[in-house]
């Protein structure tokens, strides 16, 4: 039986190259600071952002909480998108861990605006909760991949500078930002105070993620990985996974878009499909079928008995269904996947 897995681009699994070249990695002691691997990949991404210093992280969940816990104190109130994956997918950390209030805003597919930070922004009373930091998501996961404005993102920084704020960017798809408009890595990164890039979504490698920032803030960052036990001892077996991956597959990106439009394109003209493929802008399409929750159609998809192969997808929302290109996903998969839709809700 064949399998087509659009669940996302968490599923990729380590090509053979990758493994073999984690299996050569030098390593040390990286809780003593002394795996050479690990150091290189921290130096590497730091370089890629602009950033002073850079700290390898088991996850993007560990990366943005550790940014968030080292830029705010306890009883302190952050802005981001009502839909932001640091407010919805990483367990309430930001209250149980950093002891910190959050105020989402509504933005449009991920995406608001500067005047609708401003507005939020706490005056000073002793009364209220002190405004810290604001976070943005750059692609927006549940707004379908969408990117975030660059002119906007001035915009918001203004704003930040203006009331002494601190700007994070959950970058965990930067990479895609990048090689869908050719802006840099570091031209996004600069406005910010704390960047978290992953590893281990659209390029393919195991595990991990990286975040970046002054020397002092990864100094603190650090403190806290540790204490919340992501201090990892040979850790370039999977720090050789993400020079892999940053050095093979970050410009290859272009080819998951390339399919993802595509796919929204085709499956834009099934019948019962609602879905405009001018909103898919990296490689996560999102859309719904008449009459069924999303959870409904991932399981009519799933059985193999009228197609004889099987399509995975996820839940974006309740009626929105979520589809996710990436390496492990080809052309025939791609015209595969619409097949199996148009057998079933054509």
């Not at 968490?10 to 299996?23: I, L």
């Not at 969940?61 to 816990?69: A, F, H, W």
């Not at 195991?206 to 803030?217: D, H, L, N, R």
Request: aromatic share 8%; net charge neutral; charged share 25%.
């Amino acid at each position: 039986m064949r399998v087509i897995d659009l669940r996302s681009d968490t599923v990729t699994k380590p090509s053979k190259e990758m493994r073999e070249f984690m299996m050569s990695a030098e390593v040390g002691d990286d809780v003593f600071g002394e795996d050479p691997t690990v150091n290189k990949l921290q130096e590497k991404v730091a370089e890629l952002l602009g950033k002073e210093a850079a700290l390898f992280v088991p996850s993007g969940t560990m990366g943005n909480q550790l940014c968030i816990k080292a830029h705010t104190q306890p009883w302190d109130e952050l802005i981001c998108d009502k839909d932001a994956h640091i407010y919805n997918y990483e367990s309430g950390s930001i209250a149980g861990l950093s002891h910190v209030q959050v105020i989402p805003v509504n933005g449009k597919n991920g995406v608001f605006t500067a005047e609708q930070v401003e507005e939020v922004i706490r005056p000073e009373a002793y009364y209220l909760p002190k405004t810290k930091l604001v976070c943005i998501e750059n692609t927006h996961n549940r707004g379908g991949g969408s990117i975030f404005p660059i002119d906007e993102i001035k915009r918001i920084k203004n704003i930040v500078d203006k009331y002494g704020l601190k700007f994070h960017l959950d970058g965990a798809r930067l990479w895609n930002a990048s090689v869908a408009t050719g802006i840099s890595m570091s031209e996004y990164a600069k406005y910010f105070d704390s960047v978290s890039v992953c590893l281990s979504k659209g390029l393919g490698a195991p595990v991990g993620s990286v975040i970046a920032g002054t020397k002092e803030f990864i100094k603190l960052a650090h403190r806290y990985r540790k204490a919340w036990g992501g201090g990892m001892r040979q850790a370039g077996i999977l720090a050789a996974a993400g020079l892999f991956a940053i050095e093979n597959n970050f410009n290859r990106l272009a080819e998951d878009h390339r399919r993802a439009k595509y796919f929204a394109n085709e499956i834009s003209k099934i019948s019962r499909i609602k879905l405009d493929p001018d909103k898919v802008q990296t490689n996560i399409i999102l859309f719904e079928v008449d009459g069924l929750t999303a959870q409904e159609v991932c399981q009519i998809v799933k059985d193999p008995s009228k197609t004889g192969s099987s399509l995975l997808l996820s839940v974006g929302k309740k009626y929105l269904v979520r589809a996710v290109t990436h390496i492990d996903v080809n052309d025939n998969d791609i015209e595969e996947a619409v097949k199996i839709l148009k057998t079933y809700f054509n």
